[in-house]
Protein backbone atom coordinates (compact mmCIF):
# COMPACT_ATOMS: atom_id res chain seq x y z
CA UNK A 1 0.00 0.00 0.00
CA UNK A 2 1.26 3.23 -0.98
CA UNK A 3 2.35 5.55 1.85
CA UNK A 4 3.13 9.39 1.38
CA UNK A 5 3.87 11.71 3.83
CA UNK A 6 2.52 15.77 3.52
CA UNK A 7 3.84 16.76 6.49
CA UNK A 8 5.40 16.38 9.57
CA UNK A 9 2.34 14.77 11.48
CA UNK A 10 -0.21 13.86 8.79
CA UNK A 11 0.29 11.13 5.88
CA UNK A 12 -2.15 9.59 3.12
CA UNK A 13 -1.96 5.54 2.28
CA UNK A 14 -4.14 4.31 -0.32
CA UNK A 15 -4.90 1.42 -2.53
CA UNK A 16 -6.91 0.81 -5.27
CA UNK A 17 -10.08 1.23 -3.75
CA UNK A 18 -9.14 3.46 -1.01
CA UNK A 19 -7.90 6.40 0.12
CA UNK A 20 -6.93 7.67 3.96
CA UNK A 21 -5.72 11.03 5.49
CA UNK A 22 -3.97 10.07 8.62
CA UNK A 23 -3.23 12.16 11.38
CA UNK A 24 -0.58 10.94 13.75
CA UNK A 25 0.77 14.01 16.24
CA UNK A 26 0.81 11.61 18.81
CA UNK A 27 2.58 8.38 17.45
CA UNK A 28 1.21 6.05 19.48
CA UNK A 29 -2.51 6.81 18.27
CA UNK A 30 -2.76 7.69 14.69
CA UNK A 31 -6.20 9.57 13.78
CA UNK A 32 -8.06 8.58 10.62
CA UNK A 33 -9.05 12.37 9.46
CA UNK A 34 -10.67 11.39 5.85
CA UNK A 35 -11.53 8.18 4.19
CA UNK A 36 -12.98 7.77 0.75
CA UNK A 37 -13.74 4.44 -0.48
CA UNK A 38 -14.92 3.13 -3.70
CA UNK A 39 -18.77 3.26 -4.07
CA UNK A 40 -19.42 4.62 -0.47
CA UNK A 41 -19.74 8.38 1.12
CA UNK A 42 -17.05 10.52 1.36
CA UNK A 43 -16.39 10.29 5.51
CA UNK A 44 -14.13 12.74 7.76
CA UNK A 45 -14.08 13.46 11.88
CA UNK A 46 -15.46 16.11 13.47
CA UNK A 47 -11.95 18.58 13.53
CA UNK A 48 -12.07 18.37 9.91
CA UNK A 49 -16.06 19.25 9.50
CA UNK A 50 -15.59 22.32 11.39
CA UNK A 51 -12.29 23.61 9.94
CA UNK A 52 -13.41 23.24 6.31
CA UNK A 53 -17.31 23.99 7.19
CA UNK A 54 -18.79 20.47 5.66
CA UNK A 55 -21.96 18.75 7.29
CA UNK A 56 -22.01 17.87 11.18
CA UNK A 57 -23.23 14.48 9.82
CA UNK A 58 -19.30 13.35 8.62
CA UNK A 59 -20.02 12.08 5.39
CA UNK A 60 -20.77 13.72 2.04
CA UNK A 61 -22.77 11.04 -0.42
CA UNK A 62 -20.48 10.26 -3.82
CA UNK A 63 -23.67 12.44 -5.54
CA UNK A 64 -22.89 15.53 -4.05
CA UNK A 65 -19.05 15.43 -5.01
CA UNK A 66 -18.02 17.43 -8.09
CA UNK A 67 -14.21 16.34 -8.99
CA UNK A 68 -10.92 16.32 -7.37
CA UNK A 69 -8.94 19.72 -7.57
CA UNK A 70 -5.16 20.19 -7.20
CA UNK A 71 -3.39 23.52 -7.57
CA UNK A 72 -0.46 26.15 -6.77
CA UNK A 73 -1.32 28.43 -4.29
CA UNK A 74 0.77 31.74 -4.37
CA UNK A 75 -0.48 33.10 -1.25
CA UNK A 76 0.70 29.97 0.83
CA UNK A 77 3.36 28.87 -1.38
CA UNK A 78 2.18 25.64 -1.52
CA UNK A 79 0.41 22.66 -3.63
CA UNK A 80 -3.47 22.43 -2.00
CA UNK A 81 -5.63 19.46 -3.01
CA UNK A 82 -8.88 20.01 -2.32
CA UNK A 83 -12.83 18.87 -3.79
CA UNK A 84 -15.79 20.65 -5.26
CA UNK A 85 -19.39 19.66 -3.59
CA UNK A 86 -22.80 20.11 -5.57
CA UNK A 87 -24.67 23.59 -5.82
CA UNK A 88 -27.08 22.36 -2.67
CA UNK A 89 -23.41 22.03 -0.16
CA UNK A 90 -21.98 25.29 -1.85
CA UNK A 91 -24.63 27.38 -0.71
CA UNK A 92 -24.90 26.25 3.02
CA UNK A 93 -21.27 27.19 3.13
CA UNK A 94 -20.51 29.37 0.51
CA UNK A 95 -17.91 27.93 -1.56
CA UNK A 96 -17.99 25.25 -3.95
CA UNK A 97 -14.47 23.68 -2.86
CA UNK A 98 -12.90 22.49 0.15
CA UNK A 99 -8.98 21.78 1.08
CA UNK A 100 -8.43 18.08 1.69
CA UNK A 101 -4.58 18.97 2.20
CA UNK A 102 -1.63 21.09 1.64
CA UNK A 103 2.16 20.23 0.50
CA UNK A 104 4.53 23.16 1.69
CA UNK A 105 7.89 23.79 0.86
CA UNK A 106 10.07 26.45 -1.05
CA UNK A 107 10.66 24.89 -3.75
CA UNK A 108 7.19 25.28 -6.13
CA UNK A 109 8.25 21.79 -7.81
CA UNK A 110 9.49 19.65 -5.14
CA UNK A 111 6.24 17.99 -3.90
CA UNK A 112 4.32 18.36 -7.40
CA UNK A 113 4.80 14.82 -8.25
CA UNK A 114 3.54 13.51 -5.02
CA UNK A 115 0.57 15.62 -4.83
CA UNK A 116 -0.51 14.78 -8.59
CA UNK A 117 -0.19 11.16 -7.47
CA UNK A 118 -2.35 11.28 -4.56
CA UNK A 119 -4.77 13.50 -6.70
CA UNK A 120 -4.88 10.57 -9.47
CA UNK A 121 -5.64 8.15 -6.51
CA UNK A 122 -8.61 9.88 -4.85
CA UNK A 123 -10.07 10.57 -8.26
CA UNK A 124 -9.70 7.00 -8.81
CA UNK A 125 -11.13 6.05 -5.92
CA UNK A 126 -14.15 8.15 -5.86
CA UNK A 127 -14.71 7.74 -9.47
CA UNK A 128 -15.06 11.39 -10.12
CA UNK A 129 -12.74 14.00 -12.81
CA UNK A 130 -8.98 14.98 -11.47
CA UNK A 131 -8.02 18.66 -12.96
CA UNK A 132 -4.65 20.03 -12.20
CA UNK A 133 -3.08 23.47 -13.09
CA UNK A 134 0.23 20.92 -12.42
CA UNK A 135 2.55 20.31 -15.47
CA UNK A 136 1.64 17.86 -17.54
CA UNK A 137 5.00 16.44 -18.20
CA UNK A 138 4.96 15.69 -14.67
CA UNK A 139 3.38 12.02 -14.27
CA UNK A 140 2.29 10.02 -11.24
CA UNK A 141 4.80 7.68 -10.23
CA UNK A 142 4.07 4.20 -10.83
CA UNK A 143 2.86 2.15 -7.76
CA UNK A 144 5.64 0.01 -6.87
CA UNK A 145 5.67 -3.75 -6.80
CA UNK A 146 4.03 -5.43 -3.80
CA UNK A 147 6.25 -7.40 -1.52
CA UNK A 148 5.01 -10.67 -1.03
CA UNK A 149 3.96 -11.23 2.54
CA UNK A 150 4.81 -14.35 4.69
CA UNK A 151 3.56 -17.65 3.47
CA UNK A 152 0.80 -19.20 5.58
CA UNK A 153 0.64 -21.24 7.98
CA UNK A 154 2.17 -18.80 10.52
CA UNK A 155 2.73 -19.96 14.15
CA UNK A 156 1.96 -17.47 17.05
CA UNK A 157 2.78 -19.29 20.25
CA UNK A 158 -0.53 -20.10 21.34
CA UNK A 159 -2.37 -19.29 17.88
CA UNK A 160 -1.99 -20.54 14.78
CA UNK A 161 -2.70 -18.43 11.53
CA UNK A 162 -3.94 -20.55 8.65
CA UNK A 163 -6.05 -20.19 5.04
CA UNK A 164 -9.88 -21.88 5.62
CA UNK A 165 -11.35 -24.08 2.93
CA UNK A 166 -13.83 -20.59 1.80
CA UNK A 167 -10.51 -18.72 1.32
CA UNK A 168 -10.87 -16.66 4.84
CA UNK A 169 -7.94 -16.30 7.51
CA UNK A 170 -8.39 -18.42 10.25
CA UNK A 171 -6.55 -17.56 13.68
CA UNK A 172 -7.20 -21.03 15.41
CA UNK A 173 -6.12 -21.08 19.26
CA UNK A 174 -4.20 -24.23 19.95
CA UNK A 175 -5.49 -26.86 22.12
CA UNK A 176 -2.21 -26.58 24.95
CA UNK A 177 -4.01 -23.53 26.12
CA UNK A 178 -6.79 -25.72 27.08
CA UNK A 179 -5.10 -28.29 28.57
CA UNK A 180 -3.21 -25.73 30.67
CA UNK A 181 -6.49 -24.13 31.75
CA UNK A 182 -8.02 -27.60 32.58
CA UNK A 183 -4.47 -28.91 34.52
CA UNK A 184 -4.52 -25.57 36.59
CA UNK A 185 -8.05 -26.21 37.63
CA UNK A 186 -7.33 -29.86 38.59
CA UNK A 187 -4.42 -28.54 40.93
CA UNK A 188 -6.91 -25.99 42.59
CA UNK A 189 -9.50 -28.51 42.80
CA UNK A 190 -6.60 -31.17 44.58
CA UNK A 191 -5.87 -27.49 47.14
CA UNK A 192 -9.34 -27.49 47.81
CA UNK A 193 -10.00 -30.99 48.84
CA UNK A 194 -6.44 -30.65 50.70
CA UNK A 195 -7.30 -27.49 52.66
CA UNK A 196 -11.52 -28.32 53.34
CA UNK A 197 -9.84 -31.99 54.91
CA UNK A 198 -7.85 -30.72 56.79
CA UNK A 199 -9.71 -27.79 58.56
CA UNK A 200 -13.08 -29.76 59.18
CA UNK A 201 -10.30 -32.68 60.57
CA UNK A 202 -8.83 -30.04 62.89
CA UNK A 203 -12.23 -28.84 64.15
CA UNK A 204 -13.66 -31.88 64.80
CA UNK A 205 -10.14 -33.38 65.99
CA UNK A 206 -9.85 -33.43 70.10
CA UNK A 207 -6.07 -32.41 69.80
CA UNK A 208 -4.86 -29.03 70.60
CA UNK A 209 -4.02 -26.53 68.33
CA UNK A 210 -1.18 -24.60 68.57
CA UNK A 211 -0.18 -21.70 70.75
CA UNK A 212 3.05 -20.60 68.78
CA UNK A 213 4.91 -20.46 65.96
CA UNK A 214 1.56 -19.22 63.63
CA UNK A 215 1.43 -15.70 62.11
CA UNK A 216 -2.12 -15.18 63.21
CA UNK A 217 -3.10 -13.58 66.47
CA UNK A 218 -5.42 -16.63 67.42
CA UNK A 219 -4.70 -20.01 66.50
CA UNK A 220 -7.98 -21.05 66.79
CA UNK A 221 -8.76 -19.21 63.55
CA UNK A 222 -6.13 -21.62 61.56
CA UNK A 223 -9.56 -23.63 60.28
CA UNK A 224 -11.69 -20.75 59.32
CA UNK A 225 -8.61 -19.40 57.48
CA UNK A 226 -8.23 -22.88 55.37
CA UNK A 227 -11.59 -22.85 54.46
CA UNK A 228 -11.55 -19.33 52.86
CA UNK A 229 -8.87 -20.26 51.02
CA UNK A 230 -10.69 -23.35 49.67
CA UNK A 231 -13.19 -21.02 48.87
CA UNK A 232 -11.16 -18.61 46.96
CA UNK A 233 -10.00 -21.62 45.15
CA UNK A 234 -13.14 -22.54 44.29
CA UNK A 235 -14.01 -19.10 42.92
CA UNK A 236 -10.66 -19.48 40.65
CA UNK A 237 -11.76 -22.91 39.32
CA UNK A 238 -15.18 -21.28 38.27
CA UNK A 239 -13.55 -18.75 36.95
CA UNK A 240 -11.23 -20.54 34.81
CA UNK A 241 -14.27 -22.94 33.74
CA UNK A 242 -16.34 -19.53 32.66
CA UNK A 243 -13.45 -18.21 30.56
CA UNK A 244 -12.55 -21.56 29.06
CA UNK A 245 -16.48 -21.42 28.12
CA UNK A 246 -16.71 -17.94 26.88
CA UNK A 247 -12.98 -17.31 24.95
CA UNK A 248 -13.01 -18.03 21.63
CA UNK A 249 -11.21 -20.20 19.62
CA UNK A 250 -10.66 -18.58 16.13
CA UNK A 251 -10.98 -15.52 15.03
CA UNK A 252 -12.24 -15.61 11.07
CA UNK A 253 -10.88 -12.78 9.40
CA UNK A 254 -13.11 -12.80 5.69
CA UNK A 255 -11.81 -11.02 2.70
CA UNK A 256 -15.26 -10.88 0.48
CA UNK A 257 -17.84 -9.39 3.01
CA UNK A 258 -14.82 -7.55 5.12
CA UNK A 259 -15.74 -8.68 8.14
CA UNK A 260 -13.60 -9.93 11.29
CA UNK A 261 -15.78 -12.04 13.40
CA UNK A 262 -14.64 -14.42 16.49
CA UNK A 263 -16.27 -17.71 17.32
CA UNK A 264 -16.51 -20.31 20.25
CA UNK A 265 -17.61 -23.85 18.46
CA UNK A 266 -20.27 -23.14 16.12
CA UNK A 267 -21.39 -19.51 18.20
CA UNK A 268 -19.98 -16.03 17.44
CA UNK A 269 -18.94 -14.59 20.10
CA UNK A 270 -18.67 -10.95 17.92
CA UNK A 271 -17.96 -9.42 14.93
CA UNK A 272 -16.73 -6.35 13.27
CA UNK A 273 -16.92 -4.95 9.58
CA UNK A 274 -14.15 -3.75 8.36
CA UNK A 275 -15.96 -0.05 7.45
CA UNK A 276 -15.65 0.36 11.31
CA UNK A 277 -11.70 -0.05 11.53
CA UNK A 278 -9.32 2.39 10.56
CA UNK A 279 -5.98 0.48 11.54
CA UNK A 280 -4.47 -2.70 12.88
CA UNK A 281 -1.95 -2.70 15.80
CA UNK A 282 0.92 -5.38 16.13
CA UNK A 283 2.23 -5.05 19.55
CA UNK A 284 5.13 -7.18 20.98
CA UNK A 285 6.85 -6.89 24.40
CA UNK A 286 10.68 -7.79 23.79
CA UNK A 287 13.69 -8.96 25.41
CA UNK A 288 16.43 -6.21 25.80
CA UNK A 289 19.51 -7.99 25.79
CA UNK A 290 20.18 -11.88 24.53
CA UNK A 291 21.43 -13.46 21.58
CA UNK A 292 18.26 -14.84 20.88
CA UNK A 293 15.45 -12.70 20.51
CA UNK A 294 12.54 -13.35 22.77
CA UNK A 295 9.08 -12.10 22.96
CA UNK A 296 7.42 -11.94 26.34
CA UNK A 297 4.14 -10.58 25.03
CA UNK A 298 2.28 -10.55 21.96
CA UNK A 299 -1.13 -8.51 20.88
CA UNK A 300 -3.25 -8.05 17.80
CA UNK A 301 -5.71 -5.22 18.08
CA UNK A 302 -8.38 -3.10 15.71
CA UNK A 303 -8.49 0.13 15.87
CA UNK A 304 -11.85 1.57 15.36
CA UNK A 305 -12.92 4.82 14.14
CA UNK A 306 -14.24 5.81 17.33
CA UNK A 307 -10.77 5.89 18.86
CA UNK A 308 -10.87 2.63 21.00
CA UNK A 309 -8.63 -0.64 20.86
CA UNK A 310 -10.61 -4.09 20.38
CA UNK A 311 -8.06 -7.28 21.20
CA UNK A 312 -8.13 -9.70 18.40
CA UNK A 313 -5.93 -11.90 20.06
CA UNK A 314 -3.31 -11.69 23.06
CA UNK A 315 -0.79 -14.11 23.68
CA UNK A 316 1.45 -13.99 26.59
CA UNK A 317 3.33 -16.87 25.94
CA UNK A 318 7.83 -16.10 26.13
CA UNK A 319 8.87 -17.17 22.75
CA UNK A 320 12.54 -17.42 22.39
CA UNK A 321 13.73 -17.08 18.93
CA UNK A 322 11.24 -15.47 17.70
CA UNK A 323 12.47 -14.58 14.54
CA UNK A 324 10.80 -15.77 11.38
CA UNK A 325 13.72 -17.82 8.69
CA UNK A 326 16.17 -15.68 6.92
CA UNK A 327 15.80 -12.55 9.47
CA UNK A 328 18.41 -10.79 10.95
CA UNK A 329 18.61 -10.62 14.59
CA UNK A 330 21.26 -7.46 14.66
CA UNK A 331 19.05 -5.27 12.68
CA UNK A 332 15.59 -6.47 14.39
CA UNK A 333 17.65 -5.68 17.63
CA UNK A 334 17.73 -1.82 15.81
CA UNK A 335 14.34 -1.00 15.74
CA UNK A 336 13.37 1.96 17.39
CA UNK A 337 10.89 1.27 20.16
CA UNK A 338 8.19 3.59 19.18
CA UNK A 339 4.60 2.70 17.10
CA UNK A 340 5.39 3.13 13.30
CA UNK A 341 3.93 1.80 10.51
CA UNK A 342 4.87 -1.91 9.55
CA UNK A 343 5.69 -2.63 6.50
CA UNK A 344 6.25 -5.97 4.33
CA UNK A 345 9.98 -5.79 4.16
CA UNK A 346 10.06 -4.79 7.59
CA UNK A 347 8.46 -8.10 9.23
CA UNK A 348 10.72 -10.28 11.60
CA UNK A 349 8.06 -11.93 13.34
CA UNK A 350 5.35 -14.56 12.70
CA UNK A 351 2.78 -11.79 14.74
CA UNK A 352 3.67 -9.14 12.53
CA UNK A 353 3.25 -11.04 9.94
CA UNK A 354 -0.04 -12.54 10.83
CA UNK A 355 -1.22 -8.63 10.96
CA UNK A 356 -0.26 -7.60 8.05
CA UNK A 357 -2.05 -10.56 6.69
CA UNK A 358 -5.11 -9.16 8.36
CA UNK A 359 -4.96 -5.69 7.46
CA UNK A 360 -4.61 -6.94 3.70
CA UNK A 361 -7.70 -9.42 4.14
CA UNK A 362 -10.22 -6.60 5.33
CA UNK A 363 -9.07 -4.71 2.52
CA UNK A 364 -5.58 -3.13 2.78
CA UNK A 365 -6.00 -1.62 6.40
CA UNK A 366 -2.22 0.18 7.45
CA UNK A 367 -1.06 -1.87 10.15
CA UNK A 368 1.28 -0.18 12.90
CA UNK A 369 3.76 -1.78 15.22
CA UNK A 370 4.31 -1.05 18.81
CA UNK A 371 7.75 -2.22 20.07
CA UNK A 372 8.33 -2.24 23.90
CA UNK A 373 11.58 -3.29 26.09
CA UNK A 374 10.75 -6.11 28.74
Known sequence: MPRIAVSANSLVDYSADRWRLIQVDDPA????????????????????????????????LG????????????????????LTLSPEISLARSSRWFE???????????????????????ANTLDIP????????????????????EPLPLDLGLWRLERGIEGELRLERKERWLRAKQRQIAWYGLL??????????????????????????????????????????????ARLALIILREPNAIIINPYEKTISAARGNRQVWKVNAGGVQSIYASEVVKKRGRKPTVFHGEINLHLL?????????????????????????TDKERSLDVHALEPEAVSTALQAAALHIGVCLGELPVWYDRRLK
Open 100 to 122: LLRFTDADASAHEAAAMQLGTAL
Open 63 to 82: ADLGQVVLGWSNESSSWQLG
Open 306 to 330: NGRFMPVLIDKEKIVDALLIGRDSG
Open 192 to 237: TVVYLWVSFSTLTSELGLPIAGTLIPNPAWLPYLGIAVAVLLLLAM
Open 130 to 149: FASTASAAIEPEPEPEPIAL
Open 29 to 60: KPKLVVEAKTGLPFRYNGYFAVSRDLPESGEI
